[in-house]
């Protein structure tokens, strides 16, 4: 489960970064980012940075994480792997309209109620899986999770779907991929503790 997570000035930067290693032609709406997206926690509800695919080209796009729930209920802002393009409500965004969402770190909490973050060891970001419908507000975006890996297993036992950097073009692109890497086991992370820090002192 993913219900938090963090960008910041880093997070713009490997976005840059990303966009320079695609081809500019497939890319629309770039720039600098620099200044664009403010460091801060993301939760559900809030409009954050995501990428998307549309007519073969890269889109960078602010969405709301989120779609409205039913009848006044929360809202919806997550989707398993395993049964996303089973359900009515996620099918045609899945097969039509994926995103990736970027992020510093993801946060999670165990069952004692204490903070864990989620990094990449490996990179400065990580690149969630995820997928958007058109809501009379406008468009809104939700991230797909799967089944915890061994970094992820004793916080929680699901975890959100990290995307490589050669898989993103393809998840938002290329939909003969979608099945394969909804069914992708993502790579090990870094996890740090907020009980574990407290114990340093």
């Not at 489960?1 to 709406?29: F, N, P, S, W």
């Not at 709301?64 to 393009?85: D, V």
């Not at 996620?90 to 204490?114: C, D, G, T």
Request: proline share 4%.
């Amino acid at each position: 489960m993913c219900g938090r997570y963090y960008v910041d000035d880093d997070t713009a930067r490997e976005i840059e970064k990303l966009i320079r290693q695609i081809d500019e032609k497939r890319t629309r709406g770039f720039g600098s980012f620099a200044g664009r997206i403010e460091a801060g926690d993301i939760c559900p509800g809030k409009e954050a940075p995501i990428l998307s695919g549309k007519e073969g080209l890269l889109c960078f796009e602010w969405q709301h994480w989120g779609f409205p729930g039913f009848q006044g209920k929360k809202l919806i802002f997550n989707a398993r792997c395993e049964s996303a393009l089973e359900k009515p409500l996620f099918r045609e965004s899945v097969l039509h309209r994926r995103v990736v969402i970027p992020a510093k770190w993801f946060y999670e909490w165990n069952l004692r109620k204490e903070k864990n973050t989620f990094h990449r060891k490996d990179a400065p970001a990580l690149f969630m899986a995820g997928f958007s419908r058109r809501c009379e507000d406008g468009d809104h975006f939700v991230v797909l999770t799967t089944k915890a890996n061994d970094s992820m297993r004793p916080v929680h036992d699901r975890m959100p779907l990290i995307l490589e950097r050669e898989e993103i073009t393809e998840w938002m692109l290329d939909d003969t991929r979608t099945e394969s890497i909804l069914q992708k086991i993502p790579c090990l992370l870094e996890r740090q503790s907020d009980y574990e820090q407290l114990s340093l002192f």
